[in-house]
């Protein structure tokens, strides 16, 4: 049996141990405390992060100053004077002027991989230097998956710059996003090419996620206004860019960038509402690059110029392609017809057919009807683009084609029934020699 007294001294021993415990636990507490505000001083927290970043992604990540660090209502950091530049290089191809990354309290306990807000403010991103750093990476054999972000995606003022045009301007603002999950997204910015700008704006509604190893659209609902240089439309539609492509977008075009259509057709100066489809499908195959299928439909015969454009590709480069347009009138900007190639303001038919390597290319085929008058035959693109290039001189185009007309006025003399051969060989005798015509002259 335990006596009175050892009853006594046990009891009191137990208050000493409290405060021992006490004393041990308010100790690690305090060096826990030390040691997480040593780690979580801005400068050292920057710091280790960026270098663990620059690793993981083999980018020399930089900062104009140390970051800020919240934990309150949750995780967040701001990186002031963010810069990213290849290994060997000295210029940097992304730099921005801070960025915002807050992350859930879920997340960091594992419970989670969503992120509550990026925000990039001011970003300056060179998309040669953003391609050579993807070419750098290794190849993903993972599904892509498209962060939560449930406070969104902000941009502002941001300058994308490509080879010999570049964005200014441009804001981006996604209020949430989810993996298959509806969103809304707005943006706006500035087209600079030359000393061209042109301003554009967009607002779309889309259920975009991961597809194998790219994205999917789904539900796509855009409407894109521009100015100068750029269309005003609306669209509709899907696509899929992952192991296959397929898309398909249908819509209708408010404006047409002008002068260069107005200089084909009047009637794109003003078009109304153009209607137009776009189809572009990618089949896979399991050596080579797979099929290749495009479509393009855009007018309204009834009301405006149209083109139709239906071209395929194999996996061994074959090209099978064929075009048909109808312009309201022939156009000013082309070498003007001889008298009584057909009269007014007659509709222009055009088509061609190409079939055959896209490289080197084989000559096309086309037709050129304008009321009774037919000019059929076959042509190179490089003589054309050379043609073109050089002012339309000289002033027959380099084709081998038949012409066939009920008249042809040449030097005052009226041809019947006219059936001409047009080659590009150089004349036998003089430079203006004509092409060889058959017909009945009448004065």
Same mark, same amino acid.
């Given at each position: 049996?335990?006596?009175?007294?050892?009853?006594?001294?046990?009891?009191?021993? @137990?208050?000493?141990?409290?405060?021992?415990?006490?004393?041990?636990?308010?100790?690690?507490?305090?060096?826990?405390?030390?040691?997480?505000?040593?780690?979580?001083?801005?400068?050292?927290?920057?710091?280790?992060?960026?270098?663990? &970043?620059?690793?993981?992604?083999?980018?020399?990540?930089?900062?104009?100053?140390?970051?800020?660090?919240?934990?309150?209502? #949750?995780?967040?950091?701001?990186?002031?004077?963010?810069?990213?530049?290849?290994?060997?290089?000295?210029?940097?191809?992304?730099?921005?002027?801070?960025?915002?990354?807050?992350?859930? =309290? $879920?997340?960091?306990?594992?419970?989670?991989?969503?992120?509550?807000?990026?925000?990039?403010?001011?970003?300056?991103?060179?998309?040669?230097?953003?391609?050579?750093?993807?070419?750098?990476?290794?190849?993903?054999?993972?599904?892509?998956?498209?962060?939560?972000?449930?406070?969104?995606?902000? %941009?502002?003022?941001?300058?994308?710059?490509?080879?010999?045009?570049?964005? #200014?301007?441009?804001?981006?603002?996604?209020?949430?996003? +989810?993996?298959?999950?509806?969103?809304?997204?707005?943006?706006?910015?500035?087209?600079?090419?030359?000393?061209?700008?042109? *301003?554009?704006?967009?607002?779309?509604?889309?259920?975009?996620?991961?597809?194998?190893?790219?994205?999917? %659209?789904?539900?796509?609902?855009?409407?894109?206004?521009?100015? !100068?240089?750029?269309?005003?439309?609306?669209?509709?539609? *899907?696509?899929?860019?992952?192991?296959?492509?397929?898309?398909?977008?249908?819509?209708?075009?408010?404006?047409?960038?002008?002068?260069?259509? +107005?200089?084909?057709?009047?009637?794109?100066?003003?078009?109304?509402?153009?209607?137009? &489809?776009?189809?572009?499908?990618? #089949? /896979?195959?399991?050596? !080579?690059?797979?099929? @290749?299928?495009?479509?393009? &439909?855009?007018?309204?015969?009834? $009301?405006?110029?149209?083109?139709?454009?239906?071209?395929?590709?194999?996996?061994?480069?074959?090209?099978?392609?064929?075009?048909? &347009?109808?312009?309201?009138? =022939?156009?000013?900007?082309?070498?003007?017809?001889?008298?009584?190639?057909?009269?007014?303001?007659?509709?222009?038919?055009?088509?061609?057919?190409?079939?055959?390597?896209?490289?080197?290319?084989?000559?096309?085929?086309?037709?050129?009807?304008? !009321?009774?008058?037919?000019?059929?035959?076959?042509?190179?693109?490089?003589?054309?683009?050379? @043609?073109?290039?050089?002012?339309?001189?000289?002033?027959?185009?380099?084709?081998?084609?038949?012409?066939?007309?009920?008249?042809?006025?040449?030097? !005052?003399?009226?041809?019947?029934?006219?059936?001409?051969?047009?080659?590009?060989?150089?004349?036998?005798?003089?430079?203006?020699?004509?092409?060889?015509?058959?017909?009945?002259?009448? /004065?």
């Amino acid at each position: 049996m335990i006596d009175s007294d050892t009853a006594c001294v046990r009891r009191r021993r @137990w208050p000493r141990r409290l405060a021992i415990i006490a004393a041990v636990f308010a100790a690690c507490v305090l060096v826990l405390v030390a040691v997480v505000a040593f780690f979580l001083q801005p400068a050292r927290l920057t710091t280790l992060l960026l270098s663990r &970043a620059g690793t993981a992604m083999k980018l020399d990540l930089r900062t104009s100053g140390p970051g800020t660090f919240a934990l309150r209502p #949750e995780v967040r950091l701001v990186l002031p004077g963010l810069s990213a530049t290849l290994p060997g290089e000295r210029k940097p191809f992304f730099s921005s002027k801070g960025v915002e990354l807050a992350v859930p =309290w $879920r997340t960091l306990r594992g419970k989670d991989d969503a992120v509550s807000r990026i925000a990039l403010k001011s970003p300056d991103i060179d998309l040669r230097g953003l391609q050579r750093w993807q070419a750098t990476q290794p190849p993903s054999t993972q599904p892509v998956k498209l962060p939560t972000l449930t406070h969104g995606l902000s %941009i502002t003022d941001a300058t994308l710059r490509g080879a010999g045009w570049r964005i #200014e301007r441009f804001d981006l603002d996604v209020p949430k996003l +989810a993996d298959g999950k509806p969103a809304t997204y707005g943006a706006q910015g500035d087209l600079v090419r030359a000393r061209t700008i042109s *301003h554009f704006a967009l607002q779309a509604n889309a259920d975009i996620a991961g597809a194998g190893q790219g994205l999917r %659209i789904d539900g796509l609902r855009l409407t894109f206004t521009g100015d !100068g240089e750029l269309p005003s439309l609306t669209a509709t539609g *899907h696509l899929l860019a992952s192991d296959a492509i397929d898309i398909a977008l249908n819509g209708q075009l408010q404006r047409i960038p002008v002068p260069w259509p +107005a200089r084909l057709d009047s009637a794109f100066a003003k078009p109304g509402d153009t209607p137009y &489809a776009v189809a572009l499908v990618h #089949e /896979p195959a399991a050596v !080579g690059p797979g099929k @290749w299928r495009l479509k393009i &439909a855009l007018g309204d015969a009834k $009301r405006q110029p149209t083109l139709n454009l239906n071209a395929h590709l194999d996996g061994e480069l074959m090209l099978d392609a064929g075009v048909n &347009a109808q312009l309201s009138r =022939w156009p000013d900007a082309w070498p003007g017809l001889p008298a009584g190639l057909g009269k007014g303001d007659l509709p222009v038919q055009f088509s061609a057919a190409y079939k055959g390597p896209i490289l080197p290319p084989a000559p096309f085929v086309f037709t050129l009807l304008r !009321g009774d008058t037919r000019l059929q035959g076959q042509a190179k693109f490089d003589d054309l683009r050379a @043609w073109v290039r050089a002012g339309f001189t000289p002033m027959l185009p380099p084709v081998q084609a038949t012409l066939d007309t009920p008249a042809l006025a040449l030097g !005052g003399v009226t041809l019947q029934g006219v059936h001409a051969q047009v080659s590009d060989d150089p004349p036998a005798s003089s430079p203006g020699a004509l092409p060889k015509a058959k017909g009945k002259p009448q /004065p």
